[in-house]
């Protein structure tokens, strides 16, 4: 079945530092990739997504390209803020098997000190 | 006003007992589902529903039971409350089901603690 893992967490960072949080996906078909963010006591919000290979997603000074080759979509950012400080999830919608279902990466957690 | 709203936000409850979670979108979207989070932050699907019909069951146990009496409403139903149905719940809707979630949008979450 389709699958997303990203990197272990906790992330400590020191503002304007430079981040990288990595995904790769397991999928069967042609999947749409998206990173979803959460910050402390509210929902998920879609941060960016790419719907095909090659395709970069970018929202808010982050962005994240679609590696079939590598089947991976890492999340970067070239200098981070106080404010970025939340949970961010990798996840993966399945257009040929999956109806309406997005399966989620297990979080990692970041967290960016002044 | 609140896109997807759920409440309660906090629910604290005994062993055994039975208890509900509402969920009300203002989206107009067709699609609602329940996730849950565990204690280590992971999310995973529990229910999807479309225009009120039951589409995603993702081994749920039985003891949990939705109900969509509009597609503007998922409702959660927990009987005989367990430890470990302690969790935060997330209500989501999006525009598109059946051919890819294009966009999610989460509700606040609700807070379970079964003591």
């Known amino acids: 079945g389709d699958s997303v893992t990203q990197m272990e967490g906790p992330v400590t960072l020191s503002e304007e530092a430079f981040l990288t949080i990595n995904c790769t996906y397991t999928?069967?078909?042609?999947?749409?990739l998206f990173w979803y963010v959460q910050y402390p006591g509210e929902g998920l919000q879609l941060l960016l997504k790419a719907t095909k290979a090659d395709d970069k997603g970018s929202n808010k000074g982050f962005e994240a390209t679609y590696r079939k080759e590598t089947t991976s979509f890492h999340l970067e950012k070239g200098s981070v803020q106080v404010s970025d400080s939340a949970v961010y999830f990798c996840a993966l919608s399945d257009f040929g098997t999956s109806y309406g279902k997005l399966t989620f990466g297990q979080g990692t957690i970041l967290t960016v000190h002044p | 006003d609140t896109a997807v709203s759920q409440t309660p936000k906090y629910l604290v409850t005994q062993m055994g007992n039975d208890k509900s979670i509402k969920c009300e979108q203002n989206l107009g979207h067709d699609t609602m589902y329940w996730y849950k989070q565990d204690s280590k932050k992971f999310l995973k699907i529990m229910f999807s529903?479309?225009?009120?019909?039951?589409?995603i069951n993702e081994t749920v146990p039985n003891r949990f039971s939705p109900k969509s009496p509009d597609k503007a409403h998922l409702n959660l139903h927990i009987n005989s409350l367990e430890l470990g149905d302690s969790a935060v719940y997330f209500c989501?809707?999006?525009?598109?089901?059946?051919?890819?979630?294009?966009?999610?949008?989460f509700g606040s979450g609700t807070q379970l603690s079964v003591l």
């Open positions: 999928a069967t078909g042609y999947p749409s």
């Open positions: 989501a809707s999006s525009l598109q089901g059946g051919q890819g979630v294009e966009k999610l949008f």
């Open positions: 529903y479309n225009n009120k019909e039951l589409i």
